[in-house]
């Protein structure tokens, strides 16, 4: 297991950040440490590193997408101090608030994101990261073909996927996306965080909701509402989800829609750890439905398994 301290300390040192006086490890992070680094003059920076990073852009693609949601989109989200291979360098946080009133304040902020910002296609210029595990992006103008290639079935070809999910299982996923237009109404792209669990949803010193993590894409809104909504959110975030379906005007059906638009975090989640805080479990009972196969309805898609190789084991970190 990594010292989170000496670890992050040594990767400050190596940019010149030589006058940190300590680092105090935060929990939360699954795939990366981190930590709080008090500086000299008695201020403090976040920092998160790999221990081996899955790609030279991670951080980069990661402190875009920070920049492109408060610019864009118009939500708070920390500044980038810095952003290479090894490191990302962010101004602090605090944690969010226990009261409706701060929930109710992010509705209005995530409505505004979604509303204010679509666009005519899925997907984003570049690539970009859950965890681990690369988000492919690339453009598509059908959103239903843009989600099942790229958000489910894109995960069958992860080695702990493929082992997990029998093949009745991955016909019921190839099913359940020749499905789609039928399961979920047609709804246009716009900018989304793209992995909004509650972890992720912080507050400036001033009180106001900030977000941090993201994943982003322009695809549908209710990618992001889902990951809040099955991701135990806490109590008072219960007025969150009605404001947001005010604002936004959604019709009452939303909430059967939510475990479908989560399959793509849980087989996230399955190809990336060990154990999968029953993902796999989550991800059969949303597939049961599909597990026959019509007789008028053939399926249009056809899956391999991965090359062989020894899959990439991801330890929980201490963070």
């Known amino acids: ?48 590193a790999f221990g081996e990073p899955p790609s030279d852009d991670v951080f980069a693609a990661e402190a875009e997408g920070l920049t492109v949601l408060r610019e864009a989109g118009g939500v708070v989200t920390p500044e980038v101090i810095l952003a290479d291979r090894d490191l990302l360098v962010l101004s602090t946080l605090q ?3 226990a009261t409706e009133a701060f929930w109710e304040q992010f509705a209005h902020a995530l ?10 296609r899925f997907g984003w210029h570049r690539d970009n990261w859950l965890g681990r595990r690369r988000q492919v992006n690339t453009w598509n103008g059908d959103g239903y073909e843009f989600f099942a290639q790229r958000r489910l079935l894109r995960w069958l070809s992860e080695p702990r996927v493929w082992e997990t999910l029998d093949a009745a299982d991955r016909a019921a996923l190839e099913r359940l996306c020749d499905r789609l237009p039928e399961l979920l109404p047609v709804r246009p792209a716009c900018l989304t965080h793209g992995d909004l669990w509650a972890q992720n949803v912080m507050a400036t010193p001033g009180g106001r909701p900030a977000l941090i993590d993201p994943a982003v894409s322009y695809t549908w809104a209710e990618v992001d509402l889902a990951h809040l909504w099955t991701t135990a959110p806490p109590p008072e975030a219960h007025v969150l989800f009605e404001l947001y379906a005010e604002l936004t005007g959604l019709d009452r059906g939303w909430r059967e829609r939510m475990p479908i638009l989560q399959l793509r975090q849980h087989l996230a989640v399955i190809a990336q750890f060990d154990p999968d805080w029953g993902a796999a479990d989550i991800v059969r009972a949303t597939l049961a439905p599909f597990r026959q196969r019509p007789k008028d309805r053939p399926s249009r898609r056809h899956t391999t398994p991965p090359a062989e190789s020894a899959p990439e084991r991801l330890h929980k970190p201490a963070t």
Do not use: Q, Y
């Open 95 to 97: 944690p969010r608030p």
């Open 111 to 120: 409505a505004h994101l979604h509303t204010s910002t679509r666009h005519p």
């Open 1 to 48: 297991m990594i010292d989170a301290t000496s670890f992050l300390l040594e990767r400050l040192h190596a940019i010149g950040l030589t006058d940190i006086a300590a680092v105090e490890p935060v929990a939360g992070g699954l795939a990366a440490t981190a930590g709080l680094a008090r500086r000299g003059d008695g201020t403090s920076v976040f920092v998160k």
